[in-house]
């Protein structure tokens, strides 16, 4: 069954995005080199205390940490620890969520540790991000669930990868519901599976997290001993990107964006809806 919210949900799921936004603006400006992955852990932890906020990761399932870091080849699940500090060249995934009166915010996105980057890590970046900005853009009443994924992959799939070859869509994880609980129905891919139908029909109300993950290589992974972190399983590097969306009867509002979507949103011709807490 998906959840469908009122607009006065809506709005407290706006005030948990916003927390979500600035653990990003926190952790981005701690990723430095030198600093370890539970460092930017105990970034998170505060900005969550400062807004009396409380994180939907630590505890899920057994996970021991405020946030995911994932770096390099990790593609999701990484666990901070002291043991793992940034280098100069590195990129990491940072995912995290806060709840506010027991609404959910998730959101993910990929920052690059220092300077020197390959040109190659740029792109694999930014076509991942872009590829997300693409399936939101596809959140309009009257389309289907798989129309998102058909927009991320298409998006992906029309981008060259430096060098040759293809990007790799992640298989085995994908967007989500969201809302009284973080992993919600449905599930979304990152692609287009025909034998999983068209999907429900996106109607105002319906909320989605919509988080492609893409590698420069292999779509496939593994689960390492730890039980949590994800790598692929060719070794190279990934990005993960993700926002939690809502769609109202005005458009889409990005929760977990600062300015609800706006600026991305008008590239793609789409009017992001009102900020309730505007």
């Known amino acids: 069954m998906v959840q469908i919210k009122t607009p006065e949900q809506i709005a407290k799921m706006r005030e948990a995005g916003l927390v979500v936004a600035a653990i990003h603006a926190a952790t981005r400006e701690a ?24 994180p939907n990761f630590l505890g ?10 994932s770096v390099n080849e990790v593609v999701v699940h990484g666990i901070p620890s002291e043991d793992v500090v940034l280098k100069d060249g590195d990129i990491i995934s940072i995912d995290c969520g806060a709840i506010i009166d027991g609404w959910h ?33 596809a ?4 389309n289907r669930l798989v129309d998102v994924s058909r927009a991320i ?41 025909r034998r999983r139908g068209k999907g429900p029909k996106l109607v105002p109300g319906f909320c989605l997290a919509i988080e ?23 070794g190279t590097w990934s990005s993960h990107w993700e926002h939690s969306v809502a769609l109202t ?11 609800g979507g706006r600026a991305k949103l008008a590239e793609h011709g789409v009017t992001a809806a009102p900020d309730p807490l505007a």
């Open 153 to 193: 992959e298409t998006y992906i799939r029309r981008q060259p990868k430096p060098g040759g070859g293809k990007y790799g869509i992640i298989e085995d994880y994908g967007g989500h519901g969201i809302g009284t609980e973080m992993h919600m129905d449905p599930h979304l891919l990152n692609y287009v599976d």
């Open 105 to 137: 915010g998730d959101a993910a996105y990929t920052a690059f540790v220092g300077s020197g980057h390959a040109p190659e890590l740029i792109e694999l970046s930014r076509v991942t991000e872009e590829s997300m900005w693409a399936g939101i853009a």
């Open 31 to 54: 990723a430095v080199p030198g600093a370890s992955t539970k460092d930017l852990d105990e970034v998170a932890r505060k900005v969550l205390a400062e807004h009396n906020a409380k």
């Open 212 to 234: 492609p993950m893409v590698s420069l290589g292999t779509p496939k992974t593994e689960v390492l001993s730890d039980d949590w972190t994800v790598i692929t399983t060719d």
């Open 60 to 69: 899920y399932g057994g996970f021991p940490a405020t946030i995911c870091t």
């Open 139 to 142: 959140m309009k009443q009257g």
């Open 249 to 259: 009867p005005e458009g889409p509002l990005v929760l977990t964006a600062p300015d």
